[in-house]
Structures are given as C-alpha cells and as structure tokens.
C-alpha cells in the first residue's frame, strides 16, 4: 500500500537533546512538508520540500532542522533550541509544483503522526 | 499574515442529520481550499477540495461551498454518521506555484460531535 510512515508514534526527550522524526513515502511525490499541532490548535507548517537536495523554512522553523537527501525521506530534528517541543508532528506529501496543471497537486496526504513528550 | 479561521469550534448533531462546519477566511487572493478530516491520534484525511473560480462542489455526502464575496467557505455533511465524528480542518493556499505551491494554512478545527 502507498503512503506515508512516520516513526516513531510516541517519543519521549529529556532536556537539552535532541531528537530526529522519521518519515518516509512511497507515493513517488516530489513535495514533503512537516507541521506542528497543539492541542486544540490548527496545524503550523515547519519545514517544507519540493524537490530533493532543497527545502524552505515555514513559519516555526526556529529550533528544528530537516534534510532531504533522498526523494522519499524527509527526517525532521528537534533541537535543544526549540524551547517547547512538545507537540504532534505531522509529515505530508504531496505532488509538486512541476505537476502543478494536474488537478489535486495541492492535496497533502499526512502521516500517521509523531508524538514527543519532553520530561 | 493571513489567517483562515472557523466560526464555531464544537458542533453537536444527532446521527441522520445534516451538518454545516463554516470558515471564514481573510486572504482575498486564495484560490484553492480545502477540507479535512483528523480522528483522535491520526494524521488530517483529505475530505474535498475546491478552486475559487468554482462556487460549490459536491463528493460523496459533502458538499463544499464557496462565496468569494464574504470570504466563506462551509463543508456540508448530509446524513451524518457516528463515524463522522472528527475534529474539521478547512486550508487554503494562496499561491498558485512557485516556492509556496502546497503550502497550506489551516484554521483552528472544529470538533463535530454525532450522537446515536
């Protein structure tokens, strides 16, 4: 089955580390993106690919990091700078603007998401 | 910036009735919105999407509503179901390509609460 993978469900961080979410797609889409959700609050874009070897900060980027070396991974890091890291982390993917005529290129497909619980 | 916002955070309907999740937003230049699904400790499903140079768009037991001229967008649900249950997310992009393509803005959900 296509889709997205995000490892792991539950993670738990002291202090002072930090932590690398993985997600990985098999749905051959050029386009990642990772988001933030609090509770009882919409969803905030961190970091986001459309293409390999390339990716633009959101608007919460301060204290993550992210690469993209290969088209189906996009591994978001929570640094020691990110003052309140707790949250639901969501990665996406979608088609990306190069197929921008095809309808629905805009539709995000999400991952399961990731929980982290600083102690 | 630009915010996409939701009228009402919780709605109660009883199973069999139809549902209305309104949205406004306050970008004048988005041309693409979209609706989501998120159940409790999942990722937002994609439920219906739809383009500002359309009015309304029907799926399988939604309908999407768009008036441009007050900035609303609402999601219908006919015959709501226990399974239904969500919290609704409504987005919008306001740039058709570029370094922004995909690039969404989510409102703050409403939670739609169906009672057997």
């Known amino acids: 089955d296509g889709g997205i993978t995000q490892s792991p469900k539950y993670l738990f961080r002291k202090e002072g580390q930090n932590v690398t979410l993985s997600c990985e797609q098999n749905?051959?889409?050029?386009?990642m993106y990772w988001y933030r959700q609090d509770p009882g609050q919409g969803l905030r874009l961190i970091y986001y690919?459309?293409?390999?070897?390339?990716?633009q900060k959101g608007d919460i980027a301060e204290g993550y990091s992210v690469s993209r070396e290969k088209k189906e991974s996009f591994p978001l890091t929570v640094t020691s700078a990110q003052k309140n890291p707790t949250a639901f982390y969501l990665c996406?993917?979608?088609?990306?603007?190069?197929?921008?005529?095809?309808?629905?290129?805009?539709?995000?497909?999400f991952g399961a998401g990731s929980r982290l619980t600083v102690l | 910036g630009e915010s996409v916002g939701l009228h009402l955070p919780t709605l109660s309907v009883q199973e069999g009735d139809n549902s209305i999740i309104n949205c406004a937003y306050s970008?004048?230049?988005?041309?693409?919105f979209i609706w989501y699904k998120q159940e409790s400790g999942k990722g937002p499903q994609f439920i219906i999407d739809?383009?500002?140079?359309?009015d309304k768009r029907q799926g399988q037991r939604v309908t999407v509503l768009l008036n441009k001229t007050v900035k609303h967008l609402s999601l219908q649900i006919a015959a709501t179901q226990p399974g239904d249950s969500a919290v609704y997310f409504c987005?919008?992009?306001?740039?058709?390509?570029?370094?922004?393509?995909?690039?969404?803005?989510f409102g703050q959900g409403t939670i739609l609460t169906v009672h057997p």
């Open positions: 996406a993917s979608s088609i990306g603007p190069g197929q921008s005529r095809l309808r629905g290129a805009n539709v995000l497909t």
């Open positions: 749905l051959n889409h050029d386009a």
């Open positions: 690919s459309q293409i390999v070897n390339d990716f």
């Open positions: 970008n004048s230049a988005s041309d693409y």
């Open positions: 739809i383009r500002s140079n359309m």
């Open positions: 987005a919008e992009n306001a740039e058709a390509g570029g370094t922004s393509y995909g690039k969404l803005t």
